[in-house]
């Protein structure tokens, strides 16, 4: 598992963004202090996830969810960041549905064509149709990181 | 500079090459294409690389990626807000390193920092992840 330490970083330039944005107009940042933050968003991460795990392994579960990583939150002393977190993971939630939704209905839409040819095969196409969004739930929530 | 910013910034799929290649479900994405519907600026598969780096991880699921990106965006905002304190009491206008040495050493919360911001120290995490 050779990851490059660059691959580790996250990337410069929004990290640079987020910091500009948190300071008032007309501060700057040396590169080296921007380089340093950048790091130590990596380490928070990296630590947060170790904490996170923690969690989920004391409920007996294998995959790493969103509570988990709210209880590492407060764990790590950062309650403050629960409740923007919170409100985030609903905005997520909320648009991840739309999405879900937004792709069924293209694909309705499409039935709809070829159910004006062959309307005996809609039923049959709605049974996939269901497989196919389990299917696709099953798939993002559990990305896998395997070891 | 903020033309190369603004260009990173719609542009985070680009960024998501490299070490995502090796899952079959199709990569999270942080939502740019939406306008004002951009929940996390950090590019999610940056953020699985991390996650992804602890041995001790086995799985995790995409809400828990999210919520580290917009977690890791929160503490940059926290730190870099830390830092500036530091640097206008010096009545300096640009930040330094100096300056988050200080904030880490003056914040309790930011006590985990001490020492690892030598990255071959962060390397050396990995090693250790056990036991933290």
């Known amino acids: ?147 | 500079m903020a033309a190369a910013a603004a260009a990173a910034g719609s542009g985070t799929p680009r960024e998501e090459e490299g070490p995502s290649g090796e899952t079959a479900a199709p990569q999270p994405q942080a939502p740019t294409s939406v306008p004002g519907a951009r929940l996390s600026r950090l590019p999610l598969a940056r953020v699985k690389a991390l996650v992804k780096a602890d041995p001790d991880v086995t799985l995790a699921g995409q809400e828990a990626i999210f919520i580290l990106a917009r977690a890791a965006e929160l503490f940059v905002e926290t730190i870099a807000k830390d830092a500036y304190c530091c640097a206008q009491q010096g009545k300096r206008k640009t930040l330094q390193r100096r300056d988050l040495d200080n904030a880490i050493e003056a914040v309790d919360e930011f006590a985990f920092l001490e020492g690892y911001l030598n990255f071959r120290n962060v390397l050396s995490l990995f090693a250790r992840s056990g036991e933290m």
């Not at chain 1, 598992?1 to 007309?26: C, F, H, Q, S, Y």
């Open chain 1, 1 to 147: 598992m050779a990851e490059r330490p660059e691959d580790l970083n996250l990337p410069n330039a929004v990290i640079t963004r987020i910091i500009k944005e948190a300071l008032p107009d007309g501060v700057n940042i040396s590169k080296e202090a921007r380089s340093a933050i950048s790091r130590a968003a990596s380490v928070f991460v990296l630590y947060a996830t170790s904490c996170a795990n923690n969690f989920a392994m004391k409920g007996k579960r294998k995959t790493l969810n969103a509570s988990d990583v709210l209880s590492a939150m407060e764990e790590m002393e950062f309650q403050r960041f629960v409740t923007p977190l919170k409100e985030a993971l609903e905005a997520y939630r909320r648009e991840q549905k739309g999405k879900k939704e937004a792709s069924e209905q293209k694909k309705k839409d499409k039935d709809k064509k070829t159910d004006a040819e062959e309307p005996d095969k809609s039923r049959d196409e709605d049974n996939d149709e269901e497989e196919e969004r389990l299917e696709e739930e099953e798939q993002n929530e559990e990305e896998e990181v395997d070891n």
